[in-house]
Structures are given as C-alpha cells and as structure tokens.
C-alpha cells in the first residue's frame, strides 16, 4: 500500500500548480512535506509553508546530525533537502506524503520507500517551451535562466526512472491525468 507520492520536474513545468489543485481537491488526505533550502525566499513565499529557509551553515549542521531523508546541491551555494522530521510529522497526521523534490532527491525517495511511494515526474511538452514559462516569470537572469534548462534537460533524463510521466502540455489536462493516477492508488 502507499502512503506517498513523489513529485518531480524541471523547474517552470507546472509542478506547483498541478499539486495546488490536488490539495484543493484533497484538503484533509495529503500533507505537504516542507523542503529545507539555502535559497533565498521569493517574494510571497513563508518560511516553515512554502520552504524552511536556511542558511548554508544550519544546512551543513543538520546533514551532520543526520537530519535528512535525502538532499541535494543543485548549484553551488544552493541545496535543499527533505528533512526526517518532517516525514513523522504526516505520518502522526495520518496522511499520504507529497514530496516535492528534485528529481535525484525523488529517485533517492522512490529507492528507500520502494511500493510504498509512487513516483511521479512532470514534464514539459519542449526546452523551448520550458524556457518560454521560465522567462513569462521575470524572476531570472540569463544566468540563472542558462542553468535551469541545462539542469532540465538532465532532469528530464531521470524521467524513466519514475513509476508514471505527465507532460503539462495543457495544464487541465496535465492536472486531470495527476488526479486520475491518484484516483486509481490504494492507499494506506
């Protein structure tokens, strides 16, 4: 039986969005589990909701102490990771796990819960159409912008490796197939 779903995508691929609708859908089966990032908060984003947002020190200390189910350095200077406790937390709740996480940290997920995961990954019809969403958001630079699709490209070859593929060609679409894949999960 499962008792969780992983979620991953390029950055800019609808993740957010697509899992929005299913809490709205849901609002008493999943809890979030919060990730742990370096990066600076986004303006409307709340610590301890969207991310816990920590410094690269207190990343460092946790990882010491042993703190995180999985993590990742995604860009120099730039981690985020899932932590221990935020998997007891759901489980005290009583609800299915939804990890939002890159797409090595879910395989990493997938590889320890095994059949009691389902991982699901997301993604974009193209690059250019990737690129074309991360642009429409005016939060990056040509750097940064740079890095996503280079990092995309590379998460979109981890996509075999993840129980079922959505491409948010349509975002209605894309959200209705994610609710029918959990429609049809027994869960715990």
């Keep these: 039986m499962i008792n969780s779903i992983i979620v991953s995508a390029p950055s800019g691929t609808g993740k957010t969005t697509i899992l929005g609708k299913l809490f709205e859908k849901y609002p008493n089966r999943f809890s979030f589990s919060v990730s742990a990032t370096t990066r600076k908060a986004r303006e409307g984003e709340v610590h301890g909701k969207n991310y816990y947002f920590i410094s690269e020190e207190e990343f460092a200390q946790r990882l010491a102490n042993d703190e995180f189910l999985e993590y990742e350095n995604v860009y120099e200077g730039l981690s985020y990771g899932t932590l221990k406790s935020e998997v007891e937390r759901i489980s005290k709740e009583g609800k299915i ?26 993604m974009p019809p193209s690059i250019e159409t990737l690129r074309e969403r991360l642009v429409a958001r005016g939060t990056e630079t040509e750097d940064s912008l740079a890095k996503r699709l280079n990092r995309a490209e590379m998460e979109i070859s981890y996509k075999e490796k993840f129980d079922k593929i959505i491409i948010n060609d349509n975002l209605a679409k894309a959200v209705e197939d994610f609710d029918n894949l959990v429609n049809g999960i027994d869960f715990e």
């Design 97 to 122: 796990a939804i990890f939002d996480v890159d797409v090595k940290g879910g395989v990493r997920i997938k590889q320890q819960l095994q059949d009691k995961a389902l991982a699901i990954f997301i």
